[in-house]
């Protein structure tokens, strides 16, 4: 079903049931996990990333969170945790956050909706690109602390270089 061809009936459905439409719209499979969260994988620029959604009714808030699939050991943990100070910095909507002791990185966001009526499909669609550009955007940077040993500053100096052409 085309996104635009959403009623407003649709609309005023579970929030999640809304979300569910939309990823089916750009082909996107996802599990509905329990009445309150619901779970997809995506294939990033470099790496997949779980996505998991959940809807807070006492809050009227939708929980969002982009995993990726790398894992942050101790020794390099602290300059992560730079790391994720100077990229935090730099976003406008949403944050990343280092999980412990799992040691999982992620992307997190909050949508508070009380009064504000239904979430709309291009906030739901403005919440996956943002999520997933910034995860792309930024996951070399990480790379850089965890594999290359680099500072935070210089992994994420490095992440940034905008490249021209292809090879």
């Known amino acids: ?16 049931d ?4 939309v990823l089916s719209a750009h082909d996107r ?5 329990s009445e309150t969260d ?14 998991f959604f959940h809807w807070q009714e006492e809050l009227d808030a939708l929980h969002f969170s982009c995993i990726f699939e790398t894992r942050i050991t ?16 730099r976003l406008w909507l949403g944050h ?20 504000a009526g239904p979430v709309s499909i291009e906030q739901y669609e403005d919440l996956l690109d943002v999520a997933i550009n910034d995860s792309d955007r930024y996951f070399p940077a990480f790379q850089f602390v965890l594999w290359g040993g680099k500072s935070a500053e210089d992994a994420l100096d490095a992440a940034m270089i905008e490249v021209a052409g292809t090879a």
């Open 1 to 16: 079903m085309p996104v635009e061809s959403l009623t407003t009936e649709q609309m005023n459905l579970h929030p999640l």
């Open 74 to 89: 101790g020794d390099r943990s602290a300059e992560v945790h730079r790391l994720l100070a100077l990229i935090n910095e």
């Open 18 to 21: 809304v979300l569910e439409e």
């Open 96 to 115: 990343f956050d280092l999980a412990t002791p799992e040691g999982t990185l992620s992307f997190r966001y909050t949508m508070l909706q009380r009064g």
């Open 29 to 33: 499979e996802c599990e509905r996990v």
């Open 38 to 51: 619901l779970f997809l994988e995506i294939s990033g620029r470099w790496c997949d990333y779980r996505l």
